[in-house]
């Protein structure tokens, strides 16, 4: 016997994976100010790429350093759409798995990336995020188009 669903738990659980679903919506269309009142002025933002990847790892402070990297990404990439596969939620924890596509604006590549992100919430905004992206789609590309190169 399965039990019964709480309706107040069960509306929060699909008003968080709304706002999850527009968060990818909105980045994807470059809205980001209007993405960003999703996120707590603290929030944490966790990057785990490799070495080899397009991006390197590490940890943002804040919103406005979020809003920052996201300007520095957009300079060097246009996202071109994404498609979301699956959104959990378990209490005040949301996870989506979806999937983008770039070009790079320079050298004209594009790829599609796999991502997940993990997100916290805490007064219905994200107070932390982890977020993991595959580069299978870039291949050799990811290598002659670093965010890092001083060439264009």
Do not use: C
Request: aromatic share 12%; proline share 3%; charged share 30%.
């Amino acid at each position: 016997m399965q039990p019964k669903i709480d309706e107040s738990d069960e509306e929060h659980r699909r008003a968080l994976r709304r706002n999850v679903f527009d968060i990818t919506r909105l980045r994807m269309a470059g809205k980001i100010d209007e993405m960003l009142r999703y996120f707590a002025p603290d929030v944490i933002v966790h990057y785990h790429a490799t070495k080899e990847g397009l991006f390197l790892p590490g940890v943002l402070h804040g919103r406005e350093a979020f809003k920052e990297n996201i300007r520095l990404t957009d300079v060097n990439y246009e996202p071109l759409g994404g498609e979301v596969f699956d959104i959990l939620v378990d209490g005040e924890m949301t996870a989506v798995r979806w999937r983008n596509s770039w070009r790079h604006r320079n050298f004209g590549y594009t790829a599609t990336l796999d991502m997940a992100h993990f997100l916290s919430w805490r007064n219905g905004k994200v107070a932390e995020v982890f977020e993991y992206m595959d580069y299978h789609g870039w291949g050799r590309a990811a290598a002659e188009a670093l965010i890092e190169r001083d060439e264009p």
